[in-house]
Each structure stands twice: as structure tokens, then as C-alpha cells.
């Protein structure tokens, strides 16, 4: 993320991002899921209008990004282990924390945030495809070599 601020900054194009510190968002230690949508909607305040926030979010287990557009009611999350969107409390938060920016910004939203999921890795093999795979190479690189060593015989 530091990396990143840094091109930025040297581009001159921290005003079309801002950044959240997960410090207020993760599950450990950042208070209720209540206080956590207030901390979002503040950050959300404090940007500039039409500017998206990069939000990392650490479920307890490993870090996934989201990327809000407050002003467009629009999330992208990404999750590098998992090639779904979030559902509970995450998403709650992330909700709720733009009702209260919409709130305090005395605008109508819309009825529900749209979610737009970025698939992280790709979807890795199972391992008995694998194994199919990999007998299949072997067989072919075989044949080859047999065709190969027939052909000089």
C-alpha cells in the first residue's frame, strides 16, 4: 500500500484515491461492527468528492481488499484465497457505512450497495486432475521417445 501511495503521490493522483488504515477495520481489536461503519463513513467524509478509498480488511484469518466509491454506491472486493463475494458481517459494515455517508451528505441512496467481486487467484486444479495432467504428459513424452527411437532402429 505504501508503494503504491507513492506512485501516487508522484503521479500527483492522491486525490482520486484515499486510503483507510486498517488499523479501523479489521475483526481484532477495532471495536463493534457499528463503530467500524462510523470510522468507514468518517473516512468517506474527510475524501474528496468522486474519490474511491482502498480499504484492506483482515477477517482474522488473512487480508482481503475492498474498494469503495461512496459517491456511486459501488464495492469492489477482491480476495486472493476465496473467488467469492463477502457475505455477513463485513459486508454489513461496508453497507452501513455508506447509508451514514448518504445520511450526512443528505442524499437518497440507493436501496442496496451493488458488490461487484474481483476474483483473486485462479481457481487452482484439484489434485486427481492434477495427477490426470501430469500421467497424460508422461504418456505423450513416451510415445515421442518411442516414435523417436523406432524411427532409428
Known sequence: MSFLYQVLKKSKMLDMIGFVDPAHTGVIGCGNPTERARSLSA??????????????????????LTVANPTEEVVYFMDPLKRRLV????????????????????????????WKNCAGIPE???????????????RCVIWRLTVVYLDVV
Open 43 to 64: 473516512s468517506y467524509e474527510r475524501g474528496k468528492p468522486g474519490q474511491i478509498f482502498l480499504v484492506p480488511y483482515n477477517s482474522g484469518c488473512h487480508w482481503m
Open 87 to 114: 457475505t455477513g458481517e463485513w459486508r454489513t459494515i461496508v453497507d452501513n457505512s455508506i447509508k451514514i455517508f448518504n445520511a450526512q451528505k443528505h442524499r437518497k441512496g440507493r436501496k442496496t450497495v451493488q
Open 124 to 138: 487452482q486444479m484439484a489434485l486427481h486432475q492434477k495427477l490426470h495432467h501430469t500421467t497424460a504428459q508422461k
